[in-house]
């Protein structure tokens, strides 16, 4: 079997599946070059990633796949696991090869994997749209960070430029280093370095950075978070399923109250 | 300024919680203003309490005065607790704050009845007003009735909410009146269905004119709490359904009584609520709404309470044998969803899937079905030859010995004192 290594990046994938076409192999290997290690008795091939081919494999993929199933198999992608990038590939061509319809056969592995592994990431997605705490700045600008599992920044630009229009906000990702940040206008991908003071562990900004209002909205979410709970009806085995401890230190109401 | 601030949300948050209704989904109020948030689509619950409970929306009272006096109530007027009240500006500033940092979908606003039911009415809907015109406010919001407020503030409240509700509280008129002397089911029915009429004729003036204002766009909802009273789960859930016909209801909670007040009507204060029935109600409830189950199968005269160690559906299946096994590569899906341990969206993926090729066991794994439980009423490409029918009782056995209820460790404590 061919070994394809590629760039790990969508277009890098998907600029593989053409090559798959063109050279007229059989099924490959796609590894991303950060897994990848080269072996001396094996052959593999480089791809370049290449904007038109791309272009041309995803709308190829438009034709046969309905926006959900477009939007799965980029969420997929998004989850980042090695070998999340063999489904795709497989999925793609499995796709393209056959008519209209086959991405509903569940009974195929990359069918299966694509619908569940998007739905893993379309998971914590949506899990990053509730735990979300923005802290206001003395700037007015209303700023997050978080380490979800998969590269879900992208997936959150529409939720939260509709919802937040008309207020500055960033939300920085700390495992990749980089966030989006929002103007009032459009939403910019940003990169900055955390200075010494900035406690990346916890979602909260130094004091002076902070809006004066903003110590008493936290109390009061904690007050609140506190005051909601049925002691008569603890069950904290229901409480970690919903909020998984990963996530705590993000989230203002499960930090104790060093306030 | 803090601390009182802190106290009163204390006091208002607190009172507030017993209200089960979380859901901040069904409604279609988009950012359109670009203003302060949006309501569309499904609901997001921010988090979790540790009971486990959804918490989507800034539930409070605005007061925990009350003229009223129903036993059941932590602000029932003769209960010796702290009263607070806020003001219209503090609900609107905190609700707007709490948008703004992402903890809340909204406000659920529910209170007490200070002086009467119109002087109460006509607080809340100066706060919704607020939100929504002057703070230019898009999230959810969730507006309790007062019952025995006029036609004119429903109607006005109507305009700025996404939802509204009234309580029905007990399931049986009889088992009300004996709670709450001064409440009946009719006054619940009065506004519910002038609300459910004012629905209606708004959406049929949509249909001529394109800018008819929303109203209450997410629908109407009530609450029935359970173990109060000595209710069967066949009066309640007769109960629930007639109101999901009659006023086209959204939801209808069902709240396991937690005790808060010493009174011989009542269960005493620190036994256990009756959680394992309250689980049964909603997956009963979820029977008729989405699984094509009618309220008499699941619930009637030689069956008035749902089983405590199976689920509904599963024990629908176990007086019903006769339908079963159900063949998964060429059954309904009607049929398909009846079967125990397979969800909608299983059933779904079945009937999809099957156009491709028979369906083997590992098909229907992967589908994710809970496939110990389905298997003793299915029957698939690569099922075993049956020898005979099992009985229902030596199925339940199986399944029972083979699950492990979440609410094995808690006590069967449900309370009968009556
Ligand atoms: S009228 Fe409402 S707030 Fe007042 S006591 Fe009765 S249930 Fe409680």
């Not at chain 1, 899990?127 to 700037?139: C, G, W």
């Not at chain 2, 309220?295 to 044998?321: G, M």
């Amino acid at each position: 079997m061919e070994t394809f290594v590629f760039d790990g990046t969508l277009e890098g994938l998907l600029t593989a599946v053409f090559y798959c076409y063109q050279k007229k192999s059989g099924r490959v290997k796609i590894v991303s070059s950060a897994h990848f290690y080269p072996d001396v008795f094996q052959q593999h091939f480089e791809v370049v990633s290449e904007d038109d081919k791309a272009r041309r494999v995803w709308a190829g993929l438009k034709t046969k796949l309905d926006k959900q199933w477009m939007l799965n198999f980029y969420k997929s992608f998004l989850s980042e696991q090695p070998p999340a990038f063999q489904h795709l590939v497989d999925f793609a061509r499995y796709i393209i090869d056959n008519e209209p319809g086959a991405e509903s056969n569940y009974g195929n592995p990359d069918v299966l994997a694509i619908s569940q592994l998007s739905q893993k990431v379309h998971r914590e997605k949506h899990r990053m749209e509730a735990f979300i705490r923005f802290q206001k700045t003395s700037d007015g600008i209303f700023y997050a960070h978080i380490e979800p599992d998969f590269n879900v920044l992208p997936l959150l630009i529409p939720h939260f430029k509709n919802r937040y229009a008309d207020q500055k906000w960033i939300i920085y990702d700390l495992k990749r280093k980089y966030g989006l940040f929002y103007d009032l206008e459009k939403v910019d991908e940003i990169v900055f370095d955390f200075s010494e003071e900035m406690s990346p562990g916890l979602n909260a900004l130094p004091a002076q950075l902070l809006d004066e209002k903003e110590e008493l909205y936290t109390i009061l979410w904690k007050d609140y978070f506190r005051n909601v709970n049925i002691p008569a009806r603890r069950n904290m085995k229901l409480h970690i399923r919903h909020v998984p401890k990963r996530y705590w230190k993000y989230l203002s109401e499960k930090q104790s109250d060093a306030i | 300024m803090y601390e009182r601030i802190r106290e009163k949300l204390g006091i208002l948050a607190d009172a507030a919680k017993y209200d089960v209704s979380c859901s901040s989904s069904g409604s279609n109020r988009k950012n359109e203003n670009r203003g302060l948030g949006d309501a569309e689509g499904t609901g997001i619950c921010h988090t979790y309490t540790e009971d486990g409970r959804c918490v989507s929306l800034l539930k409070i009272l605005l007061t925990n005065h009350c003229i009223f006096d129903c036993a059941f109530c932590v602000s029932r007027r003769s209960n010796d607790i702290k009263r607070a009240a806020f003001t219209v500006e503090e609900v609107v500033e905190l609700t707007i704050n709490f948008y703004r940092r992402n903890y809340i979908e909204g406000l659920f606003l529910s209170s007490g009845i200070f002086k009467n039911a119109d002087y109460t009415m006509e607080r809340l809907v100066r706060i919704v007003k607020k939100l929504r015109t002057e703070e230019r406010f898009n999230g959810y919001i969730h507006l309790k009735t007062i019952p025995g407020a006029s036609e004119e503030l429903l109607k006005e409240a109507g305009m700025y909410a996404d939802r509204m509700s009234i309580n029905l509280e007990m399931p049986t008129e009889t088992g009300l009146k004996i709670l709450a002397p001064e409440k009946s089911h009719e006054e619940v029915k009065k506004p519910l269905g002038y609300i459910q009429q004012s629905i209606t004729q708004f959406s049929d003036e949509k249909a001529l004119i394109k800018s008819v204002p929303k109203f209450v766009p997410a629908g109407q909802s009530t609450q029935i709490v359970i173990g109060a009273t000595p209710d069967t789960d066949k009066e309640i859930m007769h109960t629930a359904n007639a109101f999901y016909k009659n006023f086209s209801l959204k939801r209808v909670y069902y709240s396991g009584y937690i005790p808060i007040s010493n009174d011989s009507r009542l269960p005493v204060i620190g036994s256990q609520p009756p959680l394992i029935r309250e689980n049964r109600l909603y997956q009963a409830d979820w029977l008729m709404r989405f699984y094509g189950f009618n309220v008499q199968e699941i619930v009637n005269d030689a069956h008035p309470n749902l089983d405590v160690d199976v689920d509904p559906k599963l024990s629908w299946a176990l007086r019903h044998l006769e339908h079963f096994p159900v063949d998964v590569n060429t059954a309904d899906y009607r049929m398909i969803l009846r079967v125990p341990g397979i969800g909608v969206s299983s059933a779904l993926k079945i009937v999809q899937a099957r156009k491709f090729g028979r369906l083997y066991k590992d098909h229907l794994k992967k589908i994710g079905i809970s496939f110990n439980k389905a298997r003793h009423f299915i029957r698939f490409a690569d099922s075993p030859v049956q020898l005979n029918d099992f009985e229902a009782g030596h199925i339940k056995g199986i399944i029972l010995s083979e699950s492990h209820s979440k609410y094995q460790k808690n006590p069967y404590n449900q309370l009968s004192l009556f």
